[in-house]
């Protein structure tokens, strides 16, 4: 089977800008989740997505956005892009909410 | 107080030698635990996951799960400098199915 794939690998934007990541999760896999990872707050939740609905949020402004499709790829978008935004974008797939979840390879983000 | 606590390291160890890594987590209702190891630049490969009190053996990790004390280890035994990682320990909290990371504890293990 297929990993999980993230596109693209890496991105450099600059501040005020928007970014668009795109996660294709394992084959069957209907749950998509999204985290942020950066040196000092380590893995942070963004959201989870199950049946192109947003089961949970993490404590992220609302410039933080995604959604599922119905073959269960997801996208996460964030607009008016800060430098604190730096960092990688880590998409875990998992059969349903709950199960055990597998990363993707990340979109590292550089925001100048 | 974070939901999931790992000691960050850098924890060091010889080569061949067994390798301890801990987690403690704050929702009592949690279920499941897994332990993800990261090398450096790439993202998370899960190790193992646990769900019942005791030990959980696969090759040279070895999972220990203490619900009433709260906390989770990670033994690697015969430890290789390609153990070498962060290890980032997992919690699914009781509600909404949300996983927990902790923020990984550093190993080095020494030729």
């Known amino acids: 089977k297929a990993g999980v794939t993230q596109t693209p690998r890496y991105l450099i934007k600059t501040r005020g800008q928007q970014v668009t990541l795109s996660c294709s999760p394992i084959?069957?896999?209907?749950?998509v989740s999204w985290y942020q990872q950066t040196p000092g707050q380590g893995l942070q939740f963004l959201f989870e997505?199950?049946?192109?609905?947003?089961?949970n949020k993490g404590n992220f402004p609302g410039r933080f956005s995604g959604r599922q499709f119905s073959n269960s790829r997801s996208e996460m978008n964030v607009s008016t892009l800060e430098l604190g935004d730096s960092a990688l974008y880590l998409c875990?797939?998992?059969?349903?909410?709950?199960?055990?979840?597998?990363f993707g390879p990340g979109t590292r983000l550089l925001v100048l | 107080q974070k939901e999931v606590e790992q000691n960050s390291g850098p924890l060091s160890v010889p080569e061949g030698a067994i390798a301890s890594l801990n987690c403690t987590y704050s929702?009592?209702?949690?279920?499941?635990f897994f332990w993800y190891r990261q090398y450096s630049g790439k993202s998370p490969e899960l190790i193992m996951s646990i769900y019942s009190n005791g030990d959980k053996e696969d090759g040279r990790f070895t999972a220990q799960l203490n619900k009433a004390s709260q906390y989770v280890s990670l033994l690697i035994r015969d430890s290789q400098p390609s153990d070498s990682a962060t290890y980032l320990c997992?919690?699914?909290?009781?509600?909404?199915?949300?996983?927990?990371f902790g923020t990984g504890t550093s190993l080095t293990v020494i030729p």
């Open positions: 997505y199950f049946s192109e609905t947003q089961r």
């Open positions: 997992a919690v699914r909290g009781e509600g909404g199915n949300q996983f927990y």
């Open positions: 875990a797939s998992s059969p349903g909410p709950g199960e055990t979840q597998y």
């Open positions: 084959s069957g896999h209907r749950s």
């Open positions: 929702d009592r209702g949690s279920q499941s």
